[in-house]
């Protein structure tokens, strides 16, 4: 991993302290990151879940994108997911839930990686 990349799990591991991060490296030097066990609304059933995603090589020139879930979160009240969410997604050869939520304006200098998380899980607990 890049050094970028390690500094970034360090600041997952900080930002997310209590909640298990699993990390894979990736070959060009990125790494495959699931943290668990993560509130995700009252609004979804369960309403935790793992998510995962990849920050890649470029980090952190790069945005990290997009963002995944555990297949089995239905929303309480049994309406369909709105847009930015695809139910069938496969990442890293397991089923999950694509949560959509590019970064047009992805500054290196200011975003990190445990801050589009924090964004992403923000988003989803408006949903």
């Given at each position: ?95 999950a839930i694509q949560l959509s939520r590019k970064s047009n304006r992805w500054d290196p200098t200011r975003d990190t990686a445990a801050l589009k998380l924090a ?9």
């Amino acid at each position: 991993m890049t050094p970028e990349v390690e500094a970034a799990i360090s600041e997952i591991r900080l930002v997310f302290a209590g909640h298990q991060v699993d990390v894979d490296s990736e070959e060009q030097g990125g790494a495959h990151v699931v943290v668990q066990d993560l509130f995700i609304g009252e609004q979804h059933v369960p309403s935790q879940s793992w998510v995962g995603f990849t920050i890649n090589f470029q980090y952190p020139r790069s945005d990290v994108y997009p963002h995944f879930i555990d297949p089995t979160v239905r929303r309480a009240d049994g309406s369909k997911f709105g847009e930015g969410i695809s139910e069938t997604a496969n990442w890293r050869d397991r089923q999950a839930i694509q949560l959509s939520r590019k970064s047009n304006r992805w500054d290196p200098t200011r975003d990190t990686a445990a801050l589009k998380l924090a964004k992403v899980l923000e988003w989803l607990r408006k949903q």
